[in-house]
Structures are given as C-alpha cells and as structure tokens.
C-alpha cells in the first residue's frame, strides 16, 4: 500500500516536472517512520506543499533579524535562508536544502506529538491551573496549532542561547484564565501565539535580544511596564485572528530595544 502510494508520487513528480525528475526521485530521503512526521522527498526553493508548510513550522525560530517564515507551504528565499541557518546552528552541511541529514535532524527533534523535544504540550497550555486549549476566541485545535508554532520558536532560541533550559511562566490563556491575571482584553496568551520566558542562565536582556531573530514579531521585556521579571514573545505579525494589525511591536528599553 504505501510503496504503490509512494511510486504514484513518483510518477506524478514525473508528468509534473520532466526536467527534474529522475533527480528528485533519486535523491528522495530513504523511508523512515517517525511518529510524528516524515518527510518523503528534498524540498528546496520553488517546492510547494503540505511538507513545506511542515518543515516551515520547524525552521519558523531561524527566521533571522526581525523577520518571519510564513506558514504558506511555499519555499521561498525566507525558508531557504531559515534552513540554512538552522543547518548552520546543528552543525550541518549549509546548502539550503531539506534533504536525509536535515530531516535526520528534525526528527530527533521532534517527539512523536510533534512538540520539540524540550517543550511539550503541557508546559503552553491554560495557565491557570486548567490546563486545556478550550475557552479562547479560537478552536481548541487551532490554538493548540499556534502553541506548536511557538514552541518550535522557543527550541531555537534555546539552542541559539546555549542549549541551556528555558522556561515558560505563561503560555495560552483562556479568557477567564486572561482575566484572573489581569491580562490584556486582547492579549495574544489568548491565541496561544505567545510565552512569557525566563531563564537561569540568560539575562532577560539576553533573551529578548535573541527573539528578535526567532521569528518573534511580539517582544516585551525589560523596562515595560510589568515586564521585569520574564520576557513575553508573541507571533502577533502571523495571527490574523486578532484585533490588531499585522505588524512587529517590541519593548525593552532596558535592553535597547524599543
Ligand atoms: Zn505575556
């Protein structure tokens, strides 16, 4: 069954993509079963699909300096430059591509709920004691989306920090959970696009300087008002479910950035 899906695959790139086709299926990664997702072929600049959209997800913490990887399932040159710079941060070979040994990677990663390795579910969702995805402007499903999203955000800062822990004081909020702390009226905690971060062995500083690289278009900390001990990162300019319009907005005058 799955090797006659897979040679229907092949032979749809074929009629597809004549030029391009007996590389792609030959370089096609070997079949591996990851509990989470596997890739079945290379993706590179002019690839579209649900497995570009999947691999984006992953690489959105290697955005780079104020800029985001749209989840559009098209590999553009921000995926390609995300790749690469997630390539360079595990120390592998930096050509862009997802291929067997970025894949390799990415399924280490990954745990088989698809969460990155040092962030699960739990740790992002209703804060208040609750626990849950329920009781937001969104779908328990599309919220618990928005909280993957962000976790794979968080692994990279992690890694870019020093592989060292960081933790979350607040992921997701339900609305009654958004009140009981006093939160915005729109906060982005009610979406499950944000966290708010400390760490033991990064300065607050350090950390909100790092989100600006992460694909992190939310950034409070240092010298915002209630911000002094942790840092809030949010992927405000990617949540078109929200009051607010799409745009980048950071605070941490105490950090020099503002
Ligand atoms: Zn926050």
């Not at 993706?43 to 699909?49: F, I, K």
């Not at 992002?124 to 919220?143: I, K, M, N, Q, V």
Request: charged share 20%; glycine share 12%.
């Amino acid at each position: 069954m799955r090797v006659n899906t897979l040679k229907r695959a092949a032979v749809a790139i074929a009629l597809a993509l004549p030029g391009a086709a007996i590389a792609a299926v030959v370089a096609a990664p070997a079949a591996h079963a990851d509990g989470c997702y596997t890739w079945n072929r290379n993706l590179y600049q002019g690839r579209s699909g649900s497995d570009v959209r999947e691999l984006q997800i992953r690489v959105a913490g290697w955005a780079g300096n104020r800029d985001i990887v749209e989840l559009d399932g098209i590999f553009g040159p921000k995926t390609h430059a995300a790749v690469r710079r997630f390539q360079q941060a595990y120390g592998l070979r930096v050509d862009g591509v997802a291929g067997p040994e970025t894949y390799a990677k990415l399924y280490e990663l990954q745990d088989n709920d698809c969460t990155p390795r040092h962030f699960s579910y739990s740790e992002l969702d209703d804060g208040c004691g609750r626990g849950g995805w329920s009781g937001g402007p969104l779908s328990a499903s599309e919220t618990r989306e928005n909280a993957l999203h962000t976790m794979w955000k968080l692994e990279a800062m992690r890694r870019s920090l020093g592989d060292e822990p960081l933790y979350v004081t607040s992921g997701f909020r339900s609305h009654a959970c958004n009140n009981q702390v006093g939160g915005a009226s729109d906060s982005q905690h009610l979406y499950g696009t944000s966290a708010d971060v400390v760490s033991r062995t990064s300065s607050l500083c350090e950390v909100a300087r790092d989100a600006r690289n992460r694909g992190f278009s939310g950034i409070f900390g240092p010298g915002y008002p209630d911000h002094d001990d942790h840092v809030h990162v949010d992927s405000r300019r990617e949540n078109n479910d929200d009051g607010a319009s799409n745009s980048t907005s950071w605070s941490a005058p105490d950090c020099g950035i503002g």
